[in-house]
């Protein structure tokens, strides 16, 4: 299973990447733990530095581990989103 989910620039409201990913991955009977890659793009690499053991404690909580790569990009597919989580999981 591979999914993307993003994060909206007015994230005050919206739920976190790692929670929409966490809910797809439910929704297909898997978790966190069932991931064997994880790409993470961002309009604002520093900013997500900020706010990235968010997602290394979820991830380090489920004992997941997959391998990780963080892209700055320029924008992405919809211009309010600024963090995008792509995620391969197998069960």
């Known amino acids: 299973?591979?999914?993307?989910?993003?994060?909206?620039?007015?994230?005050?409201?919206?739920?976190?990447?790692?929670?929409?990913?966490?809910?797809?991955?439910?929704?297909?009977?898997?978790?966190?733990?069932?991931?064997?890659?994880?790409?993470?793009?961002?309009?604002?690499?520093?900013?997500?530095f900020e706010h990235y053991g968010v997602l290394a404690a979820r991830l380090g909580a489920a004992g997941a581990a997959p391998p990780t790569t963080m892209l700055g990009v320029t924008r992405l597919a919809i211009p309010d989103l600024t963090v995008e989580l792509e995620g391969t999981a197998v069960a």
């Open 1 to 48: 299973m591979s999914c993307a989910l993003a994060q909206p620039r007015s994230a005050t409201s919206a739920p976190l990447p790692p929670d929409n990913l966490e809910a797809v991955l439910g929704e297909a009977g898997m978790s966190l733990a069932d991931l064997v890659r994880l790409n993470v793009y961002t309009t604002d690499v520093d900013r997500l």
